[in-house]
């Protein structure tokens, strides 16, 4: 077979999850078919991020941001496609997969993929109508991260399902990792930990989680909440923090390259999301054993672990406090490898399902 080009196109690159499927699944492909990985992203890259993309063979391009710029995205857009002439341009922008795919279309791109990583309308409702009409102009494929995305983006349309799948043996429990995390924040071993990573985006709701944490506080003492992740809201999250004297007791992380240490130092992992598709971090969180509680707005496909709690945002703190509570805080366990999230028994489905598009 030919060396086959993909094109993927990204809004960023940073420490999101998006970025991190990406990476997941090109470092295979890269790594064991004769594919060639290149990377338009627009804004948000980090020099760490650029570099681990770099080192597992992909290939990037930087373009103005289409918010800031959109003439000159859409030049740039076509410069590079015509340029690089790829088999398949695959853009992982959900409701505005459009813009590059437009591009790819007027320049006979035979397999323009649209791929939905979120669930919900993240947009004026009239608008998302918008812009699905013109995916369904420009793609001739669809993909989703799991049913829930699939089923907003495209309706009634074929769409096949490309897991946010991770190496989940290296998000296992590890006692080791935990000590010495909670020893280098000076939080003692019997204190009750909550945490959460993502980016600090009003999509993540951290202001929420801190109202349960200081709900919960108030009954017990002995408990911290890590906020882990970069963002504009940032700052308002720390005047926040300030405003109701929790200084001492929630911390705020700006990003970590070792996840999986603060998994294994959590009690409890908390994504209250206003919306989503599968967040990466919850899959993550998941192989680690921790006990989780998780936004209703969330895609259920994403729960493989007895230990995940769904619920609603819109009833306040109460509902999330009772579900903390039915936890028990027992020893965590060993979560067997689920298929359908394991990057070693899914890139080559991915591998294969381009060739299926390319032929067909």
């Known amino acids: ?29 890269n790594q064991h078919y004769n594919i060639d990985n290149i990377i338009v992203y627009q804004h948000q890259a980090t020099r760490v991020k650029i570099k681990e993309l770099q080192e597992i063979g992909d ?10 710029h ?15 002439k790829p088999d398949i341009v695959h853009a992982h922008m959900s409701l505005l997969c459009f813009y590059p795919l437009s591009i790819a279309y007027l320049l006979g791109v035979k397999v323009r993929i649209a791929h939905a990583h979120i669930a919900q309308d993240n947009i004026n409702a009239y608008m998302a109508k918008v812009f699905k009409k013109l995916n369904f102009l420009f793609a001739n494929h669809y993909i989703a991260c799991g049913q829930s995305a699939g089923e907003y983006l495209f309706g009634k349309k074929r769409f096949d399902i490309m897991y946010n799948a991770i190496d ?24 009750i930990v909550f ?13 929420f989680l801190i109202n349960i944490f200081d709900k919960f506080y108030q009954n017990n003492p002995n408990s911290k909440l890590i906020i882990v992740g970069v963002g504009e809201l940032r700052e308002k999250l720390i005047q926040k ?11 705020v992380i700006p990003g970590t390259s070792d996840p999986e240490s603060y998994y294994s130092a959590f009690d409890y992992f908390m994504l209250p999301s ?4 599968l967040p990466v ?13 998780l936004s209703t707005n969330i895609d259920r496909d994403v729960k493989y672990n007895s230990n995940v709690i769904f619920e609603p945002i819109n009833k306040g703190v109460t509902p999330w406090i009772a579900a903390i509570n039915r936890f028990s805080l027992i020893n965590r366990k060993q979560i067997p490898n689920d298929n359908k999230y394991n990057i070693e028994k899914q890139y080559s489905k991915i591998y294969h399902l381009y060739l299926d598009f390319i032929k067909n």
Request: net charge positive.
């Open 241 to 251: 923090i300030k405003k109701i004297n929790q200084t001492k007791n929630i911390i």
């Open 1 to 29: 077979m030919k060396n086959i080009k993909v094109m993927h196109f990204v809004s960023g690159l940073g420490n999101d999850g998006v970025t991190q499927v990406i990476k997941n699944y090109t470092s295979r492909l």
């Open 70 to 84: 959109p003439i000159a995205n859409l030049r740039e857009t076509y410069r590079i496609i015509k340029n690089e």
């Open 195 to 207: 945490g959460t990573l993502g980016r600090l985006t009003e999509q993540k709701n951290q202001e």
């Open 274 to 277: 206003l919306y989503e598709g």
């Open 281 to 293: 971090s919850a899959i993550e969180a998941q192989a680690s054993g921790v006990n989780m509680i």
């Open 59 to 68: 290939r990037l391009y930087e373009i103005p941001y289409k918010s800031d």
């Open 168 to 191: 989940q043996d290296n998000y296992r429990f590890n006692q080791s990792k935990r000590k010495r995390l909670r020893t280098k924040l000076s939080i003692r071993d019997d204190t």
